[in-house]
């Protein structure tokens, strides 16, 4: 797998330079999981963002009852994780694999390695990330609107 | 421990001494790994011969034991037929005093027979000469005389009756004498052809168990053949594993680096707070970066390798020229998403 064009073909990345691309391909690592395995559960503290470069995963958030819906289902080249990146808070919800599934999972440390050597990059990545959040929010205004 | 420039350390592991001294270390650390692997194959050989040469004695004695019971159960049975041989001896002998009584009995009921028909026929002469007779004196003399041959008659025909009741009874048990002598003889040839049967297993019972004790012991002896084989391999793992440490430490003097297990480190000149790092191999897992063998990253001085991070670039676009975030804000509101 050639990492570097995987992360250039995802939105999440959009705009990096092929040496800043290069440099995030080394700092991320390669994640396979078979389907069902969990990426990371509702609640854990969060330390990555995660890329899907092959297969499909659903999100799932936990009832007060403690049954799970699925709120999303995300496929190549989708990203997620990244809000935990941004708020500091544990996960929102579960992760887990539909199918077989490659990742390549960034650590905020490695990011913050990257965000020391391209700031400007890293600075793109970051308005990819609000950019992404805000049209999920929109999005949920608009659901919300339409329910009340 | 000098501190060096990148330049330098990169000098370092271009030349052929660090190439030929990683090339001879990486050969020793494989050679270790298909060491280490025949250990653990021959080890788990050396359990599974074991186990099984336990097992195949175990399977040996309890063949044995079986093969004793057998010839124990066929003693048992000898015995028992041997009884009843000599039961039957003794119902042959009975048998064959009721078949001498019988045919005596026969032989008396033969002769009552007799000696009624002729009483019978006397009886039917002078009832005939009776009838014939013109005067009737002569009748007259020859009633008494009818009547006399008449109640003989009479007395033999009980007699003949008793005769042939006491026969049918006595023949009825030589009969049954002779079933007996028939069973018993059918109930030991029984017992002798089960005794033979158990015999001729125990036997084969008795040849198996020497076979599997032949073969535990050809499998006891493989274990101990694996088992030497292993500690060979177990030795040449730690002659392998002296000669690695060995040319591991050997670096410190010919690059001038500090030696760790999986990395070598030189003091990074440009900063004093951190240190070049080179992985002797490749880690996929285990840091927080996929690591590549002689690829040079750097670490600060304190955490050392728990945290790894790339060399800066050589060549970055200063900051001023680049304008991409610039085009972000100065995009309308449409393509800003």
Known sequence: MNKAEELQNARLFEGLLPEEAEMLAELSQERRLQARDVVFEQGEAGDALCLLVGGEVEVLRRRADGSSCEIASLRAPDFFGEMSLVDKEPRSATVRARTEVTLLCLSNKNLQSFARVYKNAFTLVVINIARVLSARLRETNEKLASRL | ?337
């Not at chain 2, 079933?179 to 005794?195: G, H, K, T, Y």
């Not at chain 2, 049967?197 to 274990?223: C, D, P, S, W």
């Open chain 2, 1 to 337: 421990m000098k501190a060096l420039w990148l330049r330098e350390v990169r000098a370092i592991l271009a030349g052929g001494e660090f190439t030929g001294w990683w090339e001879g270390l990486v050969e020793m650390v494989r050679g270790l790994e298909e060491v280490r692997a025949r250990h653990e194959e021959l080890l788990s050989q050396v359990n599974l011969t074991s186990f099984r040469a336990e097992f195949t004695q175990k399977g040996a004695i309890d063949t044995l034991y079986q093969a004793g019971e057998l010839e124990d159960t066929a003693a048992q049975l000898l015995a028992e037929s041997a009884e009843l041989e000599n039961k039957a001896y003794e119902a042959v002998a009975n048998f064959e005093g009721q078949r001498i009584a019988v045919s005596e009995l026969y032989s008396a009921m033969g002769a009552a027979e007799h000696n009624l028909l002729s009483a019978q026929a006397q009886v039917d002469e002078l009832r005939a000469a009776a009838t014939g007779a013109g005067e009737a004196g002569e009748r007259k003399e020859l009633q008494p005389q009818l009547r006399r041959k008449e109640e003989a008659a009479q007395e033999l025909e009980r007699r003949f009756r008793e005769a042939q009741t006491t026969y049918e009874r006595e023949n009825a048990r030589k009969i049954r004498l002779w079933e007996e002598v028939e069973q018993l003889w059918s109930r030991s040839l029984d017992i002798n052809l089960s005794v033979a049967e158990r015999r001729a297993k125990g036997r084969r019972a008795r040849k198996t168990a020497e076979r599997l004790f032949h073969e535990a012991e050809r499998q006891k002896q493989m274990a101990e053949g694996l088992e030497r084989e292993g500690e060979q391999a177990r030795q040449a793992a730690e002659e392998l594993e002296r000669r690695i440490e060995q040319t591991r430490l050997t670096a410190r003097k010919l690059f001038g680096c500090l030696v760790g297990e999986e990395f070598l480190y030189w003091p990074r000149r440009e900063s004093s707070k951190e240190v070049y790092c080179v992985p002797v191999g490749d880690h996929a897992e285990g840091y927080n970066l996929e690591l590549k063998a002689r690829g040079v990253y750097l670490v600060g001085r304190q955490r050392g390798v728990e945290f790894i991070e790339l060399l800066p670039p050589g060549d970055t676009l200063p900051e001023e020229d680049d304008k991409r975030i610039d085009d972000f804000f100065g995009r309308g509101p449409r393509d800003a998403g």
